[in-house]
């Protein structure tokens, strides 16, 4: 087996949901912060008086009274988490605490990311999902592969005449065209030869933000709800970048090679031989196209911008692992939207409005965060190979490396801890420079930490 080490760096902000929603009763807005409790800590800590009043309440019907009852019982002891809370969801999920009946309109709902042991996590079948259906996709278009799969596809996409909701069982069939796998067949898939870890996210890594429907039409947005997302590259120059290690391990060709001649009828492994090189290329190669198709469809006035945000990463990342090595784009995460979990030519999304429905190749809307002046898309992560320069970089940008929000005495989130105002620094992108020389609109640069110069143009410097 051999394992390899990247870094998942988010380039928009990414939701992971684990399928709820918090209810107000196990949270409450502390300053510009949600702090999440243990209900059952706070009941069984309540003075008598106080748990008779709750109950009373309760049993009344008056749910108002009761949530505020059981908020007034929270002492910093039972807090179980505290996570910043954006400026256009912090209104809303205010109303949603002193209003417990607000749970009911889609306003005011609140989505967390997903968690193990209590802390925030991006799951490996995250990734795996974004590399099975970039494989597919290639597969299903190398005819060299297995003859190619137009004509099959073509009869199976026939059937969706008669049942056009039934894209799953079309779906599935591709897969089993593309990987040799005949149906329940699933020792012959050939990402049984891989496996890809968790990612463990560092300390502060997620905001509540509110999510917007954008419109290709320019219908103005409207609001859907309020999820926890990671921080990301889009966020703006010097924003936090809530990047991660993931490692992915794949069967070597001679092992993969010794099951095949192992296995007597054929049957129980895969038909090819699966290679991280080109499974990564497939799925940077998908990626690209859906990024760029995306930026065209629904960010023209926002495409420049959104393109020099990745522009900039890139650049940096490059400095510190050479010019010739991969950076890898995928999807991945809620809100990333049918065009980027299906395929290429047969790609048959499901539309239910205006009925009576219909089978479309790309989505009217997007779901965007608004942040600034630009709408971001959602779940596009760069995978970049792990080395000490890599993680230097990402742990300066690291929301760990942010001082720490501490409350106040009254329980408020306080400033961060006072320190010295530091001189502004000079930056080109994501980088760091240092000032050598200055010649008219143009300045001789130095990243900082390398004896490299460049002359750039004065407007691409800026200071923070």
């Not at 959104?306 to 784009?329: F, S, T």
Request: aromatic fraction near 6%; charged fraction near 30%.
């Amino acid at each position: 087996m051999t394992m390899t080490s990247f870094i998942g760096i988010p380039l928009t902000p990414i939701h992971i949901g684990d399928g709820t929603e918090l209810a107000p009763e196990n949270f409450k807005i502390d300053g510009d912060d949600l702090v999440r409790f243990d209900a059952a800590a706070v009941l069984a800590a309540m003075p008598a008086q106080a748990q008779a009043r709750f109950l009373q309440a309760l049993d009344g019907g008056r749910l108002k009274e009761a949530q505020a009852e059981l908020h007034k019982g929270v002492t910093p002891q039972h807090h179980l988490e505290r996570v910043a809370v954006g400026p256009a969801s912090l209104a809303e999920l205010k109303v949603a605490v002193e209003d417990p009946l607000v749970r009911n309109r889609r306003t005011g709902a609140a989505s967390p990311f997903i968690r193990t042991g209590g802390r925030p996590y991006v799951p490996g079948s995250s990734i795996k999902g974004a590399l099975r259906t970039a494989l597919v996709n290639a597969l299903a278009h190398d005819a060299d592969h297995i003859g190619g799969v137009g004509s099959e596809m073509e009869k199976e996409i026939r059937k969706l005449r008669d049942n056009p909701k039934a894209t799953g069982s079309v779906s599935n069939r591709l897969q089993e065209l593309a990987f040799d796998c005949p149906k329940g067949k699933t020792e012959r898939d050939p990402l049984r030869w891989l496996a890809v870890s968790d990612g463990l996210l560092p300390a502060r890594a997620t905001r509540f933000d509110k999510v917007s429907v954008g419109w290709k039409d320019g219908k103005a947005p409207k609001t859907q709800l309020h999820v926890e997302r990671l921080w990301s590259c889009a966020d703006g120059k010097g924003a936090q970048i809530a990047a991660f290690p993931i490692s992915i391990t794949v069967a070597d060709g001679g092992h993969q090679q010794a099951a095949r001649d192992k296995d007597k009828y054929k049957d129980k492994t895969p038909v090819a031989t699966l290679d991280l090189d080109e499974v990564l290329n497939a799925v940077h190669a998908f990626h690209e196209r859906r990024w760029q198709a995306e930026l065209d469809r629904f960010f023209g006035g926002h495409k420049d911008w959104l393109q020099r945000r990745r522009a900039d990463v890139e650049r940096a990342l490059r400095r510190r692992i050479g010019v010739n090595e991969k950076l890898i784009l995928m999807r991945v995460g809620r809100f990333g939207h049918f065009e980027s979990k299906s395929v290429d030519d047969w790609r048959r999304g499901w539309q239910a409005t205006p009925k009576p429905g219909r089978h479309v190749e790309q989505g009217t809307t997007r779901a965007v965060l608004e942040i600034g002046e630009h709408p971001l898309p959602f779940g596009w992560l760069l995978l970049c190979q792990e080395t000490p320069e890599v993680r230097d970089w990402l742990s300066q940008r690291s929301p760990a490396a942010a001082p720490a929000r501490s409350p106040s005495a009254q329980g408020t989130p306080g400033a961060p801890t006072a320190a010295p105002v530091p001189a502004r620094r000079a930056f080109l992108g994501e980088e760091e420079v240092a000032i050598e020389n200055k010649k008219g609109s143009e300045i001789l640069v130095r990243f900082i930490g390398t004896s490299d110069t460049e002359w750039v143009a004065a407007e691409e410097i800026t200071y923070r």
